[in-house]
């Protein structure tokens, strides 16, 4: 059985995007073709423009908490209406052009999309060791999915939560007690992994779970303006690190 400090684990919980897969890999260079696309077809705006605003309609999009909320289901949405706030914010309204640069975006993204190095490896470690694994991403149905099929995660877990499928997303408290009463397990005797401060670890807590904070860019404290967690958690900077603290890392 694993145990994570002193408490013999029941289940545990992983964060599908930007945890197991590097959903962030290529994002710089899908950008920079997104600007240099926009720009060509504006005609009079150089790319190094479009950029700056590209940036700042995107954090005007995901900063609004419903937008964020159902924004994530349809992905491709997202990214049009994001792409065509940036050619308002031109004084163009250019909708056809913004969805064709949408599709380019998404394009881009989706080749890009790999696991992080060493983390099937983890899983498959994981997988010989813990009395339950757990799936639990937000996100559409379909785009979940798809992922989950293209890198032949399902056969790691013997519960996947999808946001899409259920109705309810994380930090949402039913999101883990689903995939915890599928596998007969309780929270106390549960860890829940990702890279997500709110969804996953605040969430986690207050659903009663232990939580890890994978963080990356080795922030260690807690993104501004998000309240204290309710209680400890631990902090790692990746999903491979996770499995070598539960005592499942690789050869040395």
């Given at each position: 059985m694993l145990h994570w400090r002193t408490t013999p684990l029941e289940a545990l919980l992983l964060d599908l995007d930007d945890t197991i897969l590097d959903a962030s890999a290529g994002l710089d260079a899908a950008w920079s073709a997104v600007a240099h696309a926009l720009a060509g077809a504006l005609g009079d705006v150089e790319p190094a423009a479009v950029a700056t605003?590209?940036?700042?309609?995107?954090?005007?999009?995901?900063?609004?908490?419903?937008?964020?909320?159902?924004?994530?289901?349809?992905?491709?949405?997202?990214?049009?209406?994001?792409?065509?706030?940036?050619?308002?914010?031109?004084g163009r309204a250019s909708f056809a052009v913004a969805d064709d640069v949408a599709e380019l975006y998404t394009r881009l993204r989706e080749e890009s999309l790999a696991p992080f190095d060493g983390?099937?490896?983890?899983?498959?470690?994981?997988r010989e060791k813990a009395p339950a694994l757990g799936l639990v991403t937000n996100g559409a149905a379909d785009a979940q999915r798809a992922k989950i099929e293209r890198f032949g995660l399902a056969r790691f877990f013997d519960v996947i939560v999808v946001e899409g499928e259920v109705g309810f997303g994380k930090p949402d408290a039913r999101s883990f007690a689903r995939a915890l009463a599928a596998v007969g397990a309780s929270p106390a005797r549960a860890l829940m992994a990702g890279d997500n401060?709110?969804?996953?670890?605040?969430?986690?807590?207050?659903?009663?779970?232990?939580?890890?904070?994978?963080?990356?860019?080795?922030r260690a404290a807690p993104p501004p303006g998000r309240p204290a967690p309710p209680r400890a958690h631990a902090t790692l900077a990746s999903f491979v690190e996770l499995a070598e603290e539960l005592g499942v890392g690789g050869a040395k």
């Open positions: 605003q590209l940036r700042a309609s995107s954090e005007w999009y995901w900063s609004d908490d419903e937008r964020h909320r159902t924004g994530r289901l349809d992905m491709r949405a997202s990214r049009r209406a994001v792409l065509r706030h940036v050619c308002e914010s031109f983390a099937l490896d983890a899983l498959a470690r994981l401060y709110e969804c996953d670890v605040l969430g986690a807590l207050g659903a009663g779970l232990h939580a890890v904070w994978i963080d990356r860019e080795r």
